[in-house]
């Protein structure tokens, strides 16, 4: 889990300017996404929560809907990467 959030973190800071376009803190050349171009990185949640289940196989998790723990795991990962960025 830890490994995801660290490979979010890097790829954030080895692309900043992609990474401000994704999220809509920028736009490039007028570019923008819309809200539905959005909802297309949604996909990648699918390998968080496939690890949320795994760690509750492993009874590293309590019982828990795998789907909302990797979603408060991804935002929290997102608001840490997002603020370290900006304070850099």
């Excluded at 300017?17 to 809509?24: I, K, S």
Aim: hydrophobic share 40%.
């Amino acid at each position: 889990m830890a490994t995801l959030g660290r490979a979010y973190r890097h790829n954030a800071q080895a692309n900043p300017n992609l990474y401000a376009v994704m999220f809509g803190g920028s736009s490039l050349a007028g570019f923008s996404l819309t809200e539905q171009d959005r909802h297309h990185g949604r996909y990648t949640l699918v390998n968080v929560v496939r690890m949320c289940r795994a760690m509750y196989c492993l009874q590293r998790f309590r019982p828990c809907d795998a789907e909302l723990v990797a979603h408060q795991m991804w935002n929290a990962t997102h608001g840490l990467v997002t603020w370290s960025s900006a304070s850099t």
